[in-house]
């Protein structure tokens, strides 16, 4: 089984899905891991709460191209609140391999979901206070 997920990783790392920028995004929000150099800069298309479309540049470790990968497929069409429930096991069960022993390479896949997230907390803050500019 673990060859299976090794492949997809591979696969993913080499071919990411979603790869690019977009043209307008509506939030975009750059992570790097100091630890190893991995960056990972994600563009996100927000309408109505939902996702509508993702695209991202970056370079660093197979896991952490292949992570954002999967995760960028994962997160098209899902609305805020479902990416604000995404948790650290969501990530690791999309790239499918167990990384409890090497804390380095958890933060290598973790990165696009911190991304993801801090655009996403970003965008709601952003809202916010323009909703108190209108009150």
Same mark, same amino acid.
């Given at each position: 089984m673990?060859d299976?997920?090794?492949?997809l990783i591979?696969?993913?790392? $080499?071919?990411?899905h979603?790869?690019?920028t ?12 100091p630890?190893?150099? !991995? ?5 996100? #298309?927000i309408?109505? =709460? ?7 540049v970056?370079? =660093?470790c #197979?896991?952490?191209q %292949? #992570?954002?990968?999967?995760?960028? +497929?994962?997160?098209?069409? $899902?609305?805020? !609140?479902?990416?604000k429930?995404?948790? $650290?096991d +969501?990530?690791? +069960?999309?790239? =499918? ?5 090497? /804390?380095?390479?958890?933060?290598? %896949?973790l990165? /696009?979901?911190? #991304?993801?997230?801090?655009g996403?907390y ?5 809202q916010?206070? !323009?909703d108190? !500019?209108?009150?």
């Open positions: 673990d299976l997920y090794r492949e591979i696969e993913h790392s $080499k071919y990411p979603n790869a690019g977009l043209e307008n995004p509506t939030v975009t929000q750059e992570e790097k891991n630890l190893c150099g !991995d960056q990972i800069k994600i563009d996100l #298309a309408e109505d =709460g939902v996702i509508t479309d993702v695209r991202f970056g370079r =660093g #197979a896991i952490s %292949a #992570a954002t990968s999967l995760l960028t +497929d994962e997160i098209k069409g $899902k609305s805020l !609140d479902e990416i429930q995404l948790t $650290k +969501d990530v690791l +069960d999309l790239i =499918g391999i167990p990384l409890g022993h090497n /804390p380095v390479r958890i933060k290598c %896949a990165l /696009p979901l911190k #991304a993801v997230k801090a996403v970003s965008f709601l803050g952003t916010l206070e !323009d108190e !500019d209108e009150l």
